[in-house]
């Protein structure tokens, strides 16, 4: 129910918005998967937007699998979103934690260049983040994906995190210290575990980034074993003007979005909790 909207009109007209907007989210959706159930010929005779002639051609996803090989690009995937993901949480939950509960010089500043840094846009480092990723010989790899991904997701991270530390109760740092724990025990055994709603919504946005990123990848990886799922997407897009698969296209497409839209179904209300959960001491 729409709160404060008592008016059966407004209520009307909102709850016809949403729904609008919901046909607007889901129709695009639904015409890649129906395009991923035809043949060339279907292409070519109907339109882009008719629907598929029987027998459904479901064979598209696993010639997309095989021929294109696409488990390494979803094992590429997987390990770069995990690697970068983790990374980046615990850097930022390390750094916010410090800015957030203890107080130094310059630590106000210091926290202000770290949420400056998200204004400035990411495409003008890309020239200077290639050379110096060449030069420590970390194209083409994995690992420099991760690196580049998790110092990107930091700013944002400290941002969100910053607000969950300052709302846990002192004390408990107080009774941690008086028991005898260091300040990084105190750190990993009480206040991270605390954070866990801002963790969870941190790794669920992180990963949804991750995941789709395109241009990093593009840019840092020539390699085709190396290719992530976007990479390869744009490859297979760009193959286009010479061979005419666009079943297969349409495929490989829904098998790069479900697995994000899956996990954003089923922590949607994690991300919206998690974001407000520290707003308020």
């Known amino acids: 129910m729409i709160v404060g909207l008592r008016n059966p009109v407004a209520k009307l007209f909102f709850y016809g918005i949403l729904v609008v907007w919901g046909i607007s989210v889901l129709y695009p959706l639904l015409w890649t998967l129906l395009d991923a159930l035809k043949n060339n010929e279907q292409f070519f005779r109907n339109a882009p937007w008719s629907l598929p002639e029987f027998p459904l051609l479901w064979s598209n996803f696993s010639y997309v699998w095989s021929n294109y090989n696409f488990g390494t690009y979803f094992i ?11 990374l980046g949480l615990i850097l930022s939950a390390m750094t916010a934690y410090v800015l957030a509960r203890y107080k130094f010089r310059g630590s106000n500043m210091l926290y202000l260049l770290y949420i400056s840094s998200m204004m400035i846009p990411f495409v003008l480092a890309l020239i200077p983040l290639f050379f110096l990723m060449n030069s420590m010989h970390l194209i083409n790899t994995k690992f420099g994906l991760i690196v580049v991904y998790a110092s990107s997701l930091l700013a944002f991270g400290i941002f969100v995190l910053v607000g969950f530390f300052k709302s846990l109760p002192k004390e408990l740092e107080e009774a941690a210290i008086v028991d005898g724990t260091s300040y990084f025990g105190t750190f990993f055994r009480v206040m991270l575990p605390l954070s866990q709603p801002g963790l ?82």
């Open 76 to 86: 590429n995937s997987i390990v770069v979103t995990a690697g970068s993901t983790g």
């Open 200 to 281: 969870i919504t941190l790794a669920i946005i992180n990963v949804l980034n991750i995941w789709n990123e395109y241009i990093v990848g593009t840019i840092l990886v020539n390699d085709p074993l190396q290719y992530t799922l976007p990479v390869e997407i744009g490859v297979m897009r760009a193959e286009m003007q010479y061979r005419t698969e666009w079943g297969p296209l349409f495929a490989a497409l829904l098998i790069t979005i479900v697995p994000v839209l899956f996990m954003y179904i089923i922590f949607q209300r994690r991300i919206a909790s998690g974001i407000t959960a520290g707003a308020v001491k």
